[in-house]
């Protein structure tokens, strides 16, 4: 019997410490990813100024636009393998888990919150969000009533 005990004492403990093993494991592997996740959303405001950079560069022969584009592109593939993909937005309706609506106007051409223009472009690493967009999203538009015109 006491043998029986001992042997169960030491099945469980197996046991407790293969399970420990799987936490520890599964711990790292989730901190893996939150440091990738960081390190890959601090690259995103890199790539907004190289964007800005080259909409407002008009001549397209200049050397220094031409080595911003290749920058841009090294950096948009190194994104792009390590599995983040820029949010499609305008258009859609606003979701405030994938939208941080800076502005609302008044519009009447689409439904109450659509979003009509992205400021900031928002990415997601597989299916999690790491940047939100930054957009400006419908609302509806007041009409006026007609105005009478003044019978003499």
Do not use: C
């Amino acid at each position: 019997a006491e043998a029986a005990e001992w042997r169960d004492k030491y099945v469980r403990l197996l046991a407790e410490f293969d399970n420990f093993r799987k936490r520890v494991r599964q711990d790292l592997e989730m901190q893996r990813h939150l440091t990738a996740e960081i390190l890959l959303a601090g690259l995103l405001p890199i790539m907004d100024d190289l964007e800005r950079m080259l909409t407002t560069s008009t001549d397209m022969n200049d050397l220094y636009r031409r080595g911003a584009e290749l920058i841009r592109d090294k950096l948009r593939a190194y994104l792009q393998a390590q599995g983040v993909e820029r949010m499609s937005s305008q258009g859609k309706p606003f979701n405030p888990d994938e939208h941080d609506a800076l502005l609302l106007r008044p519009t009447m051409d689409f439904p109450p919150g659509t979003v009509l223009e992205v400021i900031t472009p928002g990415y997601r690493l597989g299916d999690r969000v790491i940047r939100h967009a930054q957009v400006v999203v419908s609302e509806p538009a007041e009409v006026e009533p007609p105005s009478n015109p003044v019978l003499p």
